[in-house]
């Protein structure tokens, strides 16, 4: 089991910046995506960002391609999501995520972290 605790949550002002964090313990990622997903107020949950632990490759919605930058830090077992020039549109509850490489959907979730963007 993959156990995921996210975190770097908070109220920012439009234009400025906040990094989340999702660290995992239970075991090495090397085979699994680790992705950031999030859900505004009436809205369903939505893919933001995914990287594949093993080689660093990066996957974006379009709505966050060059604001947003998913890393990872393989000695610390965590994942960070850098939000720059946030949007009120922005604010949500934010999730970290893993999945298997081998399986098709994320199965396994942080326990959110909101993300607020004031105008």
């Known amino acids: 089991q993959v156990h995921l605790v996210d975190s770097g949550g908070g109220l920012v002002q439009a234009g400025g910046s906040l990094r989340l964090s999702c660290a995992a313990s239970g075991r090495t990622l090397s085979s699994y995506f680790m992705g950031w997903f999030r859900q505004a107020p009436g809205k369903e949950r939505e893919f933001v960002a995914a990287i594949k632990w093993s080689d660093g490759t990066t996957d974006y919605a379009e709505f966050v391609k060059g604001r947003f930058t998913i890393s990872r830090d393989n000695a610390k077992n965590t994942m960070y999501l850098q939000m720059n020039s946030l949007e009120f549109e922005d604010t949500a509850v934010y999730y970290c995520?893993?999945?298997?490489?081998?399986?098709?959907?994320?199965?396994?979730w942080g326990q959110g972290t909101q993300v607020t963007v004031s105008s």
């Open positions: 995520a893993a999945k298997f490489v081998g399986l098709p959907n994320y199965n396994y």
